[in-house]
């Protein structure tokens, strides 16, 4: 069983910076890939990025590649998501997940455990 909470969302300008944090539970944290997901209203649920057990292999979706970064530390528990240039479009309320797959998955209906989610909006 893994409890997820994310916090850091927040009102920022297009072009800023914000940096969400996930905190999981669980003494097995290190064995679950990891991924970000957002919601737009309106919109359906997306994958933004995701992140391998050992932290060594990174995905991300095209609209965020090279504006977002994921990482971990299996020590603390945590997986964060450093997001950069941020864009109007770019609102949405955004997910922390985790999955017992033994590969990284971009399908939110691969996801075993949800955070509560924290909103992020972008003004212009």
């Known amino acids: 069983q893994v409890q997820l909470v994310e916090s850091g969302g927040g009102l920022v300008q297009a072009g800023g910076s914000l940096r969400l944090s996930c905190a999981a539970s669980g003494r097995t944290f290190s064995r679950y890939v990891m991924g970000w997901f957002r919601q737009a209203p309106g919109k359906e649920r997306e994958f933004v990025a995701a992140?391998?057990?050992?932290?060594?292999?990174?995905y991300y979706a095209d609209s965020v590649k090279g504006r977002f970064t994921i990482s971990r530390d299996n020590a603390k528990n945590t997986v964060a998501l450093q997001m950069d240039s941020l864009r109007p479009e770019d609102t949405a309320v955004y997910y922390c997940?985790?999955?017992?797959?033994?590969?990284?998955?971009?399908?939110?209906?691969?996801?075993?455990?949800w955070g509560q989610g924290t909103q992020v909006t972008v003004s212009s």
């Open positions: 992140i391998r057990w050992s932290g060594g292999s990174t």
């Open positions: 997940a985790a999955t017992r797959s033994a590969i990284v998955t971009t399908n939110e209906y691969d996801y075993d455990y």
